[in-house]
């Protein structure tokens, strides 16, 4: 019997072939990522011949949280990826709800870094003294031990912005930097998006570069186009219904309105922290 293809990087696949493949391919177990907070498996996913690698991530090997007692992770997982399919930006990897070894979970496309890039290599970094440089955005000032302090900042990359709008849209209380994945295709992906779409404000990012600056004309023309596709009825916020809550649901056409209301990029709340801890 012949070896399964291998599926070629993402973006060269339709989405809609990856999405079968996810949801009705064989997965087999091939690993497990122990220091994740949550059961996260890694497997192979076998269909029509081809075949991928993927994460999978039983609803059962979840650990309840107190402040998102409704609905599950794997739920938010897949609402986080259909809100970003349907800004067109393509930020998070292709992600179903199915049937695993382990009962219902969210299965994802893995995402291999080129070579020996770690996650959000190039795109965060710490520097001394107060000025983030040209192409950098400051954060915040972080204690580095001894009594020291450097800059955490992070790349003025439209990539970057673009996941910074998705994470404000999503309510995203966990944006890390280990959840930065520069792809083999030039792409940028954010995941681990579990922790999202909270009726209150919970954003916590290393994303504020652009706290209170303009959005772009992009964003703007993508939150338009959003909003009418989260409107009652839409494809969209019939299938969102299905996986978030009807206040959650509520809360997203909030936020959207208010970004375009607003015109600017959010600023923290100053009601909790706004870094996610730890930052990595």
Same mark, same amino acid.
């Given at each position: /019997?012949?070896?399964?293809?291998?599926?070629?990087?993402?973006?060269?696949?339709?989405?809609?072939?990856?999405?079968?493949?996810?949801?009705?391919?064989?997965?087999?177990?091939?690993?497990?990522?122990?220091?994740? #907070?949550?059961?996260?498996?890694v497997c192979t996913v076998t269909y029509g011949g081809e075949s991928a690698d993927c994460v999978y991530k039983p609803v059962k090997g979840e650990r309840p949280l107190w402040?998102?007692?409704?609905?599950?992770? *794997?739920?938010?997982?897949? &609402?986080?990826?259909?809100? #970003?399919?349907?800004?067109?930006?393509?930020?998070?990897?292709?992600?179903?709800?199915?049937?695993?070894?382990?009962?219902?979970? /969210?299965?994802?496309?893995?995402?291999?870094?080129?070579?020996s890039t770690e996650p959000g290599a190039g795109l965060l970094a710490l520097v001394e003294g107060e000025e983030a440089g040209e192409g950098w955005k400051p954060v915040a000032l972080a204690d580095v031990g001894e009594g020291r302090t450097a800059l955490l900042v992070h790349a003025d990359d439209p990539r970057l912005r673009r996941? *910074?709008?998705?994470?404000?849209?999503?309510?995203?209380g966990?944006?890390?930097?280990?959840?930065?994945?520069?792809?083999?295709?030039?792409?940028?992906?954010?995941?681990?998006?579990?922790?999202?779409?909270? &009726?209150?404000?919970?954003?916590?990012?290393?994303?504020?570069?652009?706290?209170?600056?303009?959005?772009?004309?992009? *964003?703007?023309?993508?939150?338009? #186009?959003?909003? *009418?596709?989260?409107?009652?009825?839409?494809?969209? &916020?019939?299938r969102l219904a299905q996986l978030i809550t009807a206040v959650e649901l509520a809360a997203v056409r909030g936020r959207v309105a208010e970004l375009l209301r607003t015109g600017i990029h959010p600023e923290p709340s100053g009601q909790w922290p706004s870094i996610p801890w730890p930052p990595v």
């Open positions: /019997m012949p070896a399964p293809e291998r599926l070629p990087a993402p973006g060269v696949t339709a989405t809609g072939e990856i999405e079968k493949l996810l949801a009705e391919g064989e997965l087999t177990v091939v690993g497990r990522i122990r220091e994740a #907070s949550n059961a996260v498996l402040d998102f007692p409704d609905g599950n992770l *794997a739920q938010r997982e897949v &609402a986080a990826y259909l809100v #970003s399919e349907a800004t067109g930006w393509g930020l998070v990897p292709a992600t179903v709800l199915r049937e695993g070894p382990y009962g219902e979970g /969210m299965v994802q496309r893995w995402i291999e870094t080129p070579g996941l *910074a709008v998705l994470d404000a849209v999503i309510n995203n966990d944006r890390k930097g280990g959840h930065l994945l520069p792809g083999p295709d030039g792409r940028l992906y954010g995941i681990d998006h579990g922790v999202t779409f909270h &009726a209150e404000d919970k954003l916590r990012t290393l994303l504020w570069g652009w706290a209170g600056e303009p959005l772009t004309d992009e *964003a703007r023309e993508v939150l338009t #186009s959003l909003a *009418a596709e989260l409107a009652e009825g839409a494809p969209l &916020a019939t």
